[in-house]
């Protein structure tokens, strides 16, 4: 149940509102689970064939992803007509598709057959999902996969996608069931964001095209928020992310830990990034102090398995991804994968938080970045050191000393297996501006030295290649072939009789199957069988013949080999000891412990130019679309962001984070956002809960406004008695919300007599239905009407220009409006055919009034 529970979440969180549901027993755990979630409708269809068509129809008409569910057998088989029909429509549809434990499959077992990739070519993405089992790491991918199947389902190319699921007996979670099968407690409290999802109430990895509206101003509010930000580059192809790379990493004062392979250390600009990771995180004293707030990763994932164990422990914080279609996350820690251009993205955001209007300011803490930048010195002090001052046929300082002797803009391919690793420990930076190439899509050793042939025939200059001796055994034929010994490569080959990454790991300790199966000594000289294949050979035995070896080799025309030869025993047990020394002398120091940073909200950011920039604040079941139908100035800058528990912005569990969601955190919120982005003054336009948060914002810091905008808003009930019992109906709709479910809620809400009855109400519900009910509840407990103190008084003593604006229809409202106009010396503004639901039902009327408002606020400011 633990394990079906965590699947309809994040299904839940990722957006899906609707489960049609065909009867089962394989599928129990599921079906329980989506009956259960207040943020899904579950659906009954008796036969499979027409539960997916079902599910087909509202997919269609909910404009959303929906997910289908039966048993296993040939229940699966009949969703194939509507698999089919959404491939070819473009329909997201979640199959899924329970089935038996493994040891089922291929016995005979009734009701069992092959459901792997059953559908085919037919679907977008398959996930073949693990079995249920109380491990924190299984938890976590559990959840990182239903994420990126909903991501498959509507990004890019929608349509279907397969889950399958299998399920072990029992099924059904009765009384003398739970009985016996109960969780450690101690496994529960260090897995509860596993179990329970993220604390944020938003799903467990967020996918997001570069064109999503809101994508930019959550990366940028992250990013200012964030006081001990990190931004981790793993490997990259080419150069073309290094000038966007820079100019971010420098605007915002970001330190970032540059892999070899991202290509960033090569070049005038090298210096500038923290090149000495793979020693500095060998430290465990450091290690425990770099604790990031926020991580930001571009490229793939980390070659260096200390890197990869670092973002392991990382403490639970905002980790983005930016870039690229593939998952790079093998530590499932991405809670936003920004999908793009690398560069453009960078480029996005630099643009929305400079542009005019904006001056955006990071709050990096100076210690933060004292402390790698001491760590990163002290570390290409101590390598240098150590690798100058000895005379070891290693094959690390070749790798460094061969990278510092090929000339500028040598492409220089490097293999997998240790040369790709020695790269990154050993070689920190140069000021040559070399590219780097290589195979980690699969990290395979084979066709390494053909794979180089075919950038040197691509390129048509000197390229170079870092190879070790197994890899070079792989693809001894490489030559075999008309005129490739004639291409320009130089090769350095490292050869030690073996595999040497194998001494990095315990089983080095079981000999002699180690020796035999793992180092696998071989005594072939390669460098006879490369020269019969045309290539010409050099043998270093000093370093001191390195550099006119390398100077011959790079004047000879063809394939020319170095082969550097060493003791694979012996070089294991200094590479061992080198980086335990290495580590040791890092300097360390302790960083003072760190307020945890509240979620910053979620913004976006459009027009430009010089007028007073405008804030718009959404109200209760909406988000920052909700303004999307206004026709505002573009010679201004218009922000909007989303509320706590609204849109993108996070939705905590109200019971571990109260204060979250209140009016009084909300105005918090809104003050760090302006002061981020320097805006001195804004015209702020709240409707409904957002002028509820307006004018708890304008009661914090009015100098910061130049006017406010209440639409639809009332300054509170000034009967302590009627906000109590406000407060006791608030908790009661909150409760209902949990147990009824969202759909309900929101048949419940937009029945209301003073909300829109046209074609843009049906948006809005579809809006609405976007929401999730435990950010919803949240913001009617936190910031109800309820809650908000009377500030009839307050509005009235404030030097503020004031704009009240309400539907004729809204009796309430309109008599609110023009007693503020009495007595706070407001403009009223009645805008006729509308009720509550102006935005909505008037939004060009709005619009007008708006700017004729902001245009006199500004002209008299002048």
Known sequence: MLWASAIVDELARSGVRDAVIAPGSRSAPLALAFAAHPDIRDHSVIDERNAAFMALGLAKGGERPVAVLCTSGTAAANFFPAVCEADLSDVPLLLCTADRPVELRDSGAAQTMDQFALFGTHVRHFAQLPESTADVSALRALRAAVCHAVARATMVHPGPVQLNIPFRKPLEPSEAVLERDQLPAAWSDAAFEAAHGRASGRAWTRYRERHAPDLVGEIGAELLAARRPLLIAG???????????????????????????????????????????????????????????????????????????????????????????????????????????????????????????????????????????????????????????????????????????????TPLFVSSSMPIRDIETFVDSTPRDVELFFNRGVNGIDGILSTALGVAAARGVRCALIV???????????????????????????????????????????????????????????AAALVACGAQHRRVNAWSDLPEAVAEGLSHRGVYVLELRSDIRASGAFRRALLHDLAARVPAAALPDMRAVPPPLVFRRSGGGSGTPVLLLHGFTRSMDMWNALSLDDKRVILRCDLPGHGASPSPDVALHPEYHTLEHTAERIEELLTRLSLPRVHLVGYSLGARCAMMYARHAPQRLASLTLVSGSPGMEDEALRARRRHDDAALAESIASEGLHRFVEHWTSMALLARNDASNASSRERLRQCSRGLAASLLGAGQGRQPALWDTLAALDLPLLAVAGERDTAYVEHALRLEREAGATARIIPHCGHDVPVEQPEALSTALQEFWKRVDDAHC
């Open 235 to 409: 490997p990259i192809a080419g150069t073309g992310h290094r000038a966007a790379l820079r100019r971010f990493a420098r605007r915002f004062n970001l330190p970032v830990l540059a892999e070899a392979a991202s290509n960033l250390r090569f070049g005038e600009d090298g210096d500038m990034y923290i090149s000495t990771a793979d020693i500095i995180l060998r430290n465990n004293e450091l290690r425990t102090q770099l604790r990031p707030d926020l991580v930001l990763h571009i490229g793939g994932a980390a070659t260096s398995s200390v890197m990869q164990r670092f973002i392991e422990e990382l403490p639970d914080c905002p980790f983005i991804t930016i870039g690229g279609a593939q998952r790079a996350d093998p530590a499932h820690r991405c809670t936003l994968h920004a999908l793009g251009d690398t560069a453009t993205l960078l480029l996005d955001v630099l643009h929305a938080l400079d542009s005019d209007g904006l001056h955006a300011e990071a709050a990096v803490d100076a210690g933060w970045i004292e402390l790698l930048r001491a760590a990163d010195a002290g570390a290409r002090s101590a390598l240098r050191e150590r690798l100058d001052s000895s005379d070891e046929l290693f094959e690390g300082k070749a790798v460094r000393a061969f990278t510092t002797l090929l000339p500028e803009g």
């Open 468 to 526: 070790g001796d197994v890899a070079t055994l792989h693809n001894l034929n490489a030559l075999c072939g008309a005129a490739l010994s004639e291409l320009p490569l130089l090769v350095l080959l490292l050869n030690n009789d073996g595999g040497e990454i194998f001494e990095l790991l315990p089983v080095r300790d079981f000999d002699p199957a180690f020796t035999r199966h793992f180092l696998t000594p071989h005594g072939v000289d390669i």
